[in-house]
């Protein structure tokens, strides 16, 4: 389009010259001007083409335009992210970053706060202190200098322990040497996230004290002798999408007779684990708190036949737990007194079984099924009862059915069978399959009979888990029966 343009000003320009027949030397350049007119008319024109020109198509060689000047931010609105390098921080591991990080985390807490979450809980407005990529060595737990904070995020890098770390210590200490004054939690939303931690078998990894609303997302949690992660009071702990392991394996290691320590200790109520890979540990899940959901955990942990367990729930009395969508790899349940508690949807591979521990009698509210278990056809049973401290005596609401079975032996709350015979006793014998020993509470049963005759019959016996049925005379029938444990 400008060449176009440039075409018709060229035309134009001789289309004037061409209009004066008089030759140049006699043209009236100082008496009337016009001719010096039409050129000054022309080179504006050029000039205003040639400028837009240029700003359509800048040469390489034109200076950039000046940077404008920064804005003067008021104290309060710069941006809250820490960077741990500027504050020493050797992103190498080669030097001792404890007191570099210590000071970005005491930056952060005395930064500035909008308000309040819970009452006490100052809202530090998002605050992030990054690690950069960096992987930091630490000689002592990092801990925020004081109770009343919330609204913080720590992440985006490794952390990893030092050789003369604390043995009994975490390199995340979310704890207060003293109670906030005003409020009845610690910490509120704080946010731990893309970390991988390296406990360099010094201690533990994460700890959580009487905090709420606590997100633990896509760690990686190594090498702790104690605890992964400690979740202890407080309520609301998430943790989702992590790894953890005491060694680094992925299944068959020749040591793992020799794994120890919980990968997830939790002591509080209302908190999940969501999307988590166990990997080794003597215990994948520990649970002593009410109300906590597992979902989508794969337990790899010390195999049950090494002394280890999946999930630990040891609260007895007061379980209120729900497992479910979960992957129980050659590591089972333990449950001790189970009341309220829920394990559906979930997968056991490699003879992994369910195992309710009596303390003091106690099972109450129990519902197994829908689940998967998997074995070696060695007669394991798939629930189990331990009652080396007494039986269980408070048995109510208690199903375990429709789990489906292969190598393996089947035990639920309920079953069905039939037997035939000609005579007028019947008996079908439960006991293989019925979880709890010489107990069933209800029965249905009909007989069928192809002879002549019509007889009376009744259910006489249910002893031993044994369903006995007889009639007053001697005829060719068939008996099915139903029983059930479940009250």
């Known amino acids: 389009m400008i060449m176009i343009i440039m075409g018709l000003a060229s035309l134009f320009i001789v289309h004037v010259i061409g209009q004066n027949s008089l030759p140049f030397d006699h043209q009236k350049l100082s008496t009337d001007g016009y001719y010096h007119d039409q050129m000054q008319n022309m080179q504006a024109l050029k000039h205003t083409l040639l400028t837009r020109r240029q700003l359509a198509t800048p040469s390489s060689s034109s200076s950039p335009a000046p940077a404008p000047q920064a804005m003067h931010r008021p104290p309060g ?28 985390i005491a930056d952060a807490f005395n930064g500035p706060s909008e308000g309040f979450l819970m009452k006490g809980i100052a809202n530090l407005g998002g605050a992030y202190i990054n690690l ?44 207060a040497s003293s109670p906030s004054p005003s409020s009845s939690y610690n910490y509120e939303y704080i ?22 609303r606590t997100s ?22 998430y943790i989702r999408n992590s790894f953890l392991g005491q060694h680094i394996t992925a299944g068959g290691d020749p040591g793992e007779r020799n794994f120890s320590g919980t990968a997830i200790n939790l002591m509080g109520n209302d908190n999940a684990v969501t999307d988590v ?31 280890g367990t999946g999930i630990y729930l040891k609260l007895p009395s007061l379980t209120q737990t729900r497992i479910v969508n979960c992957y129980l790899d050659y590591s089972g349940i333990v449950a001790e007194d189970p009341v309220q508690l829920t394990i559906s949807s979930s997968f056991f591979l490699g003879d992994a079984y369910i195992l309710l521990k009596s303390v003091k009698g106690l099972a109450k509210g129990i519902t197994i099924v ?15 009862l331990d009652q080396s401290k007494g039986i269980f005596k408070q048995i109510d609401q208690v199903v375990v059915d429709r ?9 639920a709350t309920a079953a069905k069978g039939s037997v035939q015979g000609n005579g007028t006793s019947w008996t079908i014998d439960f006991s293989p399959v019925l979880l709890f020993p ?43 029966v139903t029983v059930d444990q479940a009250s």
Do not use: W
């Open 77 to 104: 609105s710069r941006p809250r992210v820490y960077q741990v390098i500027s504050y020493g921080a050797d992103p190498t591991g080669k030097l001792d970053s404890t007191e570099a990080l210590l000071e970005a």
């Open 132 to 175: 950069q990529g960096g992987n930091y060595r630490i000689s002592k737990p990092l801990r925020l200098p004081a109770a009343g904070v919330g609204n913080l995020m720590i992440g985006g890098g490794t952390l990893t322990a030092s050789d003369d770390f604390p043995a009994d210590g975490y390199l995340i200490d979310l704890s």
């Open 191 to 212: 946010t731990f996230k893309d970390l991988m931690l390296d406990c360099n078998y010094r201690g533990g990894g994460i700890s959580v004290i009487n905090s709420l």
């Open 216 to 237: 633990i997302d896509n760690c990686y949690i190594s090498h702790f002798n104690t605890e992964g992660i400690l979740v202890q009071d407080g309520h609301e702990t």
């Open 277 to 307: 890979v166990i990997f080794s540990a003597a215990i994948g899940v520990m649970i002593s708190g009410q109300a906590n959901t597992l979902s989508g955990v794969h337990c790899y942990n010390k195999a049950t036949g090494f002394g």
């Open 370 to 384: 829908d689940n998967m278990f998997s074995g070696s056809n060695k007669g394991i049973e798939i629930v189990q």
């Open 403 to 411: 789990n489906n079975v292969n190598g393996m032996n089947l035990k």
């Open 438 to 480: 010489n107990l069933i509470d209800h029965v249905q049963y009909s007989l069928s009979s192809s002879g002549s005759v019509f007889p009376s019959h009744a259910l006489r016996n249910v002893s031993e888990n044994r369903v006995v049925v007889e009639s007053d005379v001697a005829v060719p029938a068939s008996v099915f």
